[in-house]
C-alpha cells in the first residue's frame, strides 16, 4: 500500500488481517496510520516526502530486505521501469532487486522490468488526498523465489480537494 496521508480505512484491517506482513511505500501521513496498521500485521514501511520528522524517525528512506528469497527495494519516490528517478537509477541498474515497491504517484501500476529482471509495483493510493479516482492497494503472495496470486483491491472512490477545501477559510 502507499500514500495514505494520514487517512483510516476500517477495510484496511478486512484486506490485511490474512496477510504476514503489511507494506507501505511512504506517505503515510500519521504515526497513528503506521501504529494501526502495525497492530494488524508486522509493518514494513518508508517514509514519503509528506512524513514528517516523527514518521522519518521511524522509518526509512529507501528500505532493502530479502522476504523468503526475494530481493526487495521499497522506496516512496522511485519512477519507474526506464524512468527509475535519478535517487535509486544507479542503484537498481548495479544491483537491481526482484521486486521493487515505490508509491507518489498515486496512479496504480505492476510493471516487469526485462531489462533487469525485476517486477515493479505503485499500488496508488490507499487515501482519499490526491487526484486519484479510486482508492487501491496491491496483495500479493510469496512463496520461495516466486511471486504470485497478485490482486488489486479497490477500496471506493477518493474525495477530491480534500486538503484544498480544509485550507480554505
Known sequence: MSDTHGFWDEKYVKYFSECDEIWHAGD???VEVAD????????????GNIDGGDL?????????FKCEDV?????HIGGYPGKYDASIRGMMYANPPRLFICGHSHLLKV??????NCLHIN?????????????TLVRFV???SEIKDLEVIELGGAVKGVAEAQLRP
Open 28 to 30: 503515510i501521513g500519521t
Open 36 to 47: 494501526k496498521l502495525a497492530a494488524i500485521a508486522p509493518l514494513r514501511a518508508v517514509y
Open 56 to 64: 522519518r524517525y521511524m522509518f526509512t528512506e529507501k528500505y532493502r
Open 71 to 75: 530481493d526487495v527495494l521499497m522506496k
Open 111 to 116: 510493471m516487469y522490468d526485462k531489462t533487469i
Open 123 to 135: 499500488p496508488g493510493a490507499a487515501g482519499q488526498y490526491g487526484f486519484h479516482k479510486v482508492r
Open 142 to 144: 510469496i512463496d520461495g
